[in-house]
DNA sequence: TATGAAAATGACCAGGTGGTCATGACATGC
DNA sequence: GCATGTCATGACCACCTGGTCATTTTCATA
């Protein structure tokens, strides 16, 4: 049914045009992996603008002209640094939707909150970098890097709600945009506020404990199935 | 009816403890106001850390040791913008709630968030500055000055939630956390989507012109209602 | 072990940062 | 006309930035 989209879907994922020299090719594999964690952290605590190639080197305890023979320029690294990191979290989404094909879309909107707190529990650094880039202007790269994020996520939700419709679970006459939109609306801030200590709006929801965040999760699915679902049955729950 | 809250709102506005040197105040209205706004351009443009107190003085075509006389820190200076401009935007809505006040509160809601596009549309810089600080966690005052921004928010959704729950015009079993946390989600990234290029995700939200705007809006209405509103006129549920 | 190339190194560079302060212009009161 | 105090000024400071490159170290091969 939607097998076209799939390979749309595995393109666009990995765009490496931006390469480190041989040199670092060369490494060990375990000494890259702690470079670019290091500069994961790096860029994740101050943004781009910053971030310090000296404090950096200083913490791996190597020589700054080695970073620059390894990337030539600090934005260079940045860019490799967060094209190797963020296909992980669209990833792990996809894995979720694909994993839960034949569910109730109600269902797999769950599944996906549920995984991207999971996400943010075992990379909470990789989503701190996610989040700074997405308002932080001054980044050179900011609009190439974002934009096929971004339209991973709506292609994303995009097909969950195409799915819904195709299958009656959703309102007939609903608006696939608006639905696109105020999906992506709900899940990313409710995933914000659950990272992001100031953004609950006073909900309690930031690293809430996981029976308070099944409480609000639940809250929320209620207000989206409300919005969203068909009623043909009172209860439709997984 | 809720005057009780009215004075709380009022109170909680100024809160000015961070206070130019005198010699500032002595400055001509319009000299200080010169400063203000070109500071929070600086700002809204290149966020706290970014934003270069000589680029500011070289605009301004003033001594940076002024600057310095005046608010004596980088730091002081910020705050001092941001909180003599940051209160506009909660009070535009805040008037808008209270010029609304008998309509119902779907149409308060719709209202709010076309006060919101127009605060954009006169304030541009405003909304971008409130926007950047909102994710920089290297803003020392971030916490301090943010968390006002929030409460504010939270207290002015809850306000309408509960007003629309007591009028019978919402879900009887509402759970209002939930009503003003979804609200709270779907307001502030309508707005960011139209204030922020790529944050619609594919929506074409951003810098809508008028009629697509308000087509946008009315489809994001039925959303809320159907989640939110309760069904007088229409059939089933409970 | 000798050789040569590749890779690591860190002193160094020009330019920018937030912040300071001695200087002098200018107003006011006598 | 002088003394006094306020305030604008910009040269200056120590420190940090991303980036360079001559020099040294490493190491596979002969």
Redesign the pocket.
């Known amino acids: 049914m939607h097998d076209a989209d799939d390979i749309l879907d595995s393109i666009s994922g990995d765009n490496d045009d931006v390469r480190p020299s041989?040199?670092f090719a060369?490494?060990g594999a375990d000494k890259q992996e702690r470079i670019v964690a290091e500069a994961l952290d790096e860029f994740a605590e101050h943004g781009f603008e910053g971030?310090?190639?000296?404090?950096l080197v200083a913490r791996l305890v190597?020589?700054?002209?080695?970073i620059?023979?390894y990337f030539?320029?600090?934005?260079r690294l940045f860019a490799y640094v967060f094209e190797r990191v963020a296909g992980r979290f669209a990833a792990a989404l996809r894995a979720v939707r694909d994993e839960t094909k034949d569910a109730h879309v109600l269902a797999r909107i769950r599944a996906s909150l549920m995984a991207g707190v999971a996400f943010i529990d075992a990379h909470p650094r990789i989503y701190r970098l996610y989040v700074r880039v997405s308002l932080q202007d001054t980044m050179p790269l900011r609009g190439r890097l974002l934009a096929e994020a971004r339209r991973q996520s709506a292609r994303y939700l995009r097909r969950l709600v195409t799915d819904g419709l195709a299958r009656g679970e959703l309102k007939a006459g609903l608006d696939v945009d608006a639905g696109v939109f105020f999906l992506d609306a709900l899940m990313d801030r409710f995933l914000l506020a659950y990272a992001v200590d100031f953004l609950d709006a006073g909900t309690g929801l930031y690293r809430a404990a996981p029976e308070v965040l099944s409480a609000k999760l639940e809250a929320l699915m209620d207000l989206i199935a409300g919005a969203l679902a068909a009623r043909p049955a009172k209860d439709e729950k997984r």
């Open positions: 041989p040199t060369a490494l971030a310090s190639v000296n404090r190597i020589a700054k002209g080695s620059f023979q030539g320029t600090k934005e």
